[in-house]
């Protein structure tokens, strides 16, 4: 009865009073979708002031985590000169040579010394640094062991399994009985609070999906094989104890890193991916990449997920003491907006370029060794991604103490060495010469496929021969299109959707409102 009367009512307003309605709406909407926008363009704005920040876990002044990183580099250096220099001047203190666990590489000399390492696997938790540093990955939890190489039932994991490990709510430190060779069917999900630590065990993860890290924080893996990696999909998947979802089609990356921090892949050897090797989008950041082996591969690591997303404005990566290997094309990574400290790692070659970018990316290259392919067309280190010189002669990038050979260049811009690189060079970057010192051994421990091996063959897969993985663009096969990532918003609504249409913005609401009312006002009003 009182809707009815209500619209009787509502009937008997004039006409200029439902037109001054209207209007009231209109202006709402506007006002709305211009703040929207605002905030939208506002936020693509790098600051490194503590009130401007774009993602909680964006550290406020990454210059100090850089300066950070080479404090702990230099120390971790001298110790081992000091060793050098009391046996040469014959000091009694030093009985025996240098262990060949000291290489000045500040990760590996954290741990690796110690010879009951394995006794206290999670001493490696306190060894990151660069903007990861702090993962915890399962430090404090309870060990658990993976005796079952098998994983058929993405919805209903087998005790035992690395997939059941993943997917339990409290921090788990997992490791392997032995050597397995896990072919996944579908991705494998993640949980927070989590260490893969491949250590001692030759560990290959291979299949459809691979490693999926998303919404998750404080997540380290260590020291397994990735590799062949294929799009999986249209499924349902596990992702808790109880939690069962629908999963749209992922890219087929190796390992991927979505909406996710602290977050630490470390002494992994990667290659034959149908899409990336390592993504990391959708607002992640507190990440490091180190002593890892990438081989045999084109489109390698994508830092950001679209230029338009301008979250990724907060994303703060650490790529350190890497070997980028033979079969290498592009994406070394390939940055989208954060700040990106490139230091000390090993590029043998690429087909197109080492390290690419597009919205503005701060790039920081410090003490690397670029070396570049015979090809005279592909001697340049950087490129600017469909962007124009105007717009990228602004951008920060910056190369201090890095190594050319065979004719490589790298092209700088922006600021140079102002307030922006003040403080992370106030000690010298170390040079490329102590490269192969700090990268000896990049990829998994042990493997005859990693620093100075050829990437090989794997066991168990016919077509690991050499052959290049090349993936496709965004449109498909043959380019055509953007070359963002479809990432979360593919994983839950299918490859074909993005980020900006997975959502309406307030003001595209009050627009659709607005239409609706303008509509149901003409059409109760005709004459």
Same mark, same amino acid.
């Given at each position: 009865?009182?809707?009815?009367?209500?619209?009787?009512?509502?009937?008997?307003?004039?006409?200029?009073?439902?037109?001054?309605?209207?209007?009231?709406?209109?202006?709402?909407?506007?006002?709305?979708?211009?703040?929207?926008?605002?905030?939208?363009? $506002?936020?693509?704005?790098?600051?490194?002031?503590?009130? %401007?920040?774009?993602?909680?876990?964006?550290?406020?002044?990454?210059?100090?985590?850089?300066?950070?990183?080479?404090?702990?580099?230099?120390?971790?250096?001298?110790?081992? %000169?000091?060793?050098?220099?009391?046996?040469?001047?014959?000091? /009694?203190?030093s009985?025996?040579?240098?262990?060949?666990?000291? /290489?000045?590489?500040?990760?590996?000399?954290?741990?690796r010394?110690?010879?009951?390492?394995?006794?206290?696997?999670?001493?490696?938790?306190?060894?990151?640094?660069?903007?990861?540093?702090?993962?915890?990955?399962?430090?404090g939890g309870?060990? +658990?062991?993976?005796?079952?190489?098998?994983?058929?039932?993405?919805a209903?994991?087998?005790?035992?399994?690395?997939?059941?490990?993943?997917?339990q709510?409290?921090?788990?430190?997992?490791?392997?009985?032995?050597?397995?060779?896990?072919?996944?069917?579908?991705?494998?999900?993640?949980?927070?609070?989590?260490?893969?630590?491949?250590?001692?065990?030759?560990? @290959?993860?291979?299949?459809?999906g691979?490693?999926?890290?998303?919404?998750?924080?404080?997540?380290?893996?260590?020291?397994?094989?990735v590799?062949?990696c294929?799009?999986?999909g249209?499924?349902?998947?596990? $992702?808790?104890?109880?939690?069962?979802?629908?999963?749209?089609?992922?890219?087929?990356?190796?390992?991927?890193?979505?909406?996710?921090?602290?977050?630490?892949?470390?002494?992994? $050897?990667?290659?034959?991916?149908?899409?990336?090797?390592?993504?990391?989008?959708l607002?992640?950041?507190? *990440?490091?990449?180190s002593?890892? +082996?990438?081989?045999?591969?084109d489109?390698v690591?994508?830092?950001?997920?679209?230029?338009? +997303?301008?979250?990724?404005?907060?994303?703060?990566?650490?790529?350190a003491?890497?070997?980028?290997?033979?079969?290498?094309?592009?994406?070394?990574?390939?940055?989208?907006?954060?700040?990106?400290h *490139?230091?000390?790692?090993?590029? /043998?070659?690429?087909?197109?370029?080492?390290?690419?970018?597009?919205?503005?990316? /701060?790039?920081?290259?410090?003490?690397?060794?670029?070396?570049?392919?015979?090809?005279?067309?592909?001697?340049?280190?950087?490129?600017?991604?469909?962007?124009?010189?105007?717009?990228?002669?602004?951008?920060?990038?910056?190369?201090?103490?890095?190594?050319?050979?065979?004719?490589?260049?790298?092209?700088?811009?922006?600021?140079?060495?102002?307030?922006?690189?003040?403080?992370?060079?106030?000690?010298?970057?170390?040079?490329?010469?102590?490269?192969? @010192?700090?990268? *000896?051994?990049?990829?998994?421990?042990g493997?005859? $496929?990693?620093?100075?091996? @050829?990437?090989?063959?794997?066991?168990?897969i016919?077509?690991?021969?050499?052959?290049?993985?090349?993936?496709?663009?965004?449109?498909?096969?043959?380019?055509?299109?953007?070359d963002?990532?479809?990432?979360?918003?593919?994983?839950?609504?299918?490859?074909?959707?993005?980020?900006?249409?997975a959502?309406?913005?307030?003001?595209?609401?009050?627009?659709?409102?607005?239409?609706?009312?303008?509509?149901?006002?003409?059409?109760?009003?005709r004459?």
């Amino acid at each position: 009865m009182f809707i009815m009367v209500a619209h009787e009512r509502f009937h008997i307003l004039q006409k200029p009073t439902c037109i001054w309605i209207i209007w009231v709406c209109l202006l709402v909407s506007l006002s709305i979708h211009g703040r929207a926008s605002y905030s939208y363009a $506002s936020s693509a704005t790098i600051s490194t002031s503590s009130s %401007n920040l774009s993602l909680p876990h964006q550290h406020p002044f990454p210059e100090d985590i850089v300066l950070n990183v080479q404090r702990k580099l230099n120390d971790s250096l001298h110790r081992r %000169n000091l060793l050098t220099y009391q046996q040469d001047d014959g000091d /009694t203190t030093s009985s025996s040579p240098i262990p060949s666990c000291i /290489t000045g590489n500040p990760i590996d000399d954290c741990w690796r010394c110690d010879p009951n390492w394995s006794q206290n696997r999670q001493r490696l938790a306190d060894c990151s640094i660069g903007f990861g540093q702090g993962t915890l990955g399962g430090k404090g939890g309870r060990f +658990y062991l993976v005796t079952d190489s098998s994983s058929d039932d993405a919805a209903n994991p087998i005790p035992g399994t690395l997939r059941h490990a993943v997917i339990q709510p409290e921090p788990l430190w997992i490791v392997f009985s032995g050597d397995m060779g896990i072919k996944l069917r579908h991705e494998l999900i993640v949980g927070s609070y989590k260490t893969i630590d491949g250590r001692g065990a030759n560990v @290959q993860i291979t299949g459809h999906g691979c490693l999926t890290i998303q919404q998750v924080s404080h997540v380290i893996i260590h020291n397994v094989h990735v590799h062949h990696c294929k799009p999986s999909g249209n499924t349902l998947v596990a $992702s808790s104890p109880t939690h069962v979802g629908f999963r749209g089609v992922s890219d087929g990356d190796g390992i991927s890193v979505s909406a996710s921090h602290h977050i630490w892949v470390d002494h992994c $050897s990667l290659g034959y991916c149908s899409d990336g090797l390592i993504d990391v989008i959708l607002a992640s950041t507190a *990440v490091t990449i180190s002593n890892n +082996y990438f081989h045999h591969h084109d489109e390698v690591m994508l830092l950001g997920h679209d230029d338009r +997303y301008t979250a990724d404005t907060g994303m703060q990566v650490t790529i350190a003491f890497n070997h980028f290997g033979e079969g290498l094309v592009q994406r070394m990574p390939r940055c989208r907006h954060g700040y990106i400290h *490139v230091v000390n790692n090993d590029f /043998t070659a690429w087909e197109m370029y080492a390290i690419g970018g597009s919205a503005n990316p /701060t790039i920081n290259s410090q003490g690397n060794r670029y070396t570049a392919p015979i090809n005279p067309n592909a001697k340049e280190v950087t490129k600017r991604v469909d962007t124009n010189e105007k717009h990228w002669a602004k951008w920060n990038w910056r190369t201090d103490g890095d190594v050319m050979v065979n004719g490589a260049f790298f092209v700088p811009s922006g600021d140079g060495a102002s307030l922006a690189y003040a403080r992370a060079t106030s000690l010298q970057a170390k040079a490329a010469g102590f490269i192969d @010192q700090l990268t *000896v051994n990049a990829g998994v421990f042990g493997d005859p $496929s990693g620093r100075n091996g @050829q990437g090989g063959v794997f066991p168990g897969i016919t077509d690991g021969g050499g052959t290049i993985t090349r993936g496709y663009s965004k449109g498909g096969p043959g380019g055509g299109g953007s070359d963002s990532d479809g990432g979360l918003f593919s994983m839950i609504f299918g490859s074909n959707t993005n980020a900006a249409s997975a959502a309406l913005r307030p003001g595209q609401v009050w627009s659709i409102l607005f239409t609706i009312l303008l509509n149901w006002y003409f059409s109760n009003h005709r004459r």
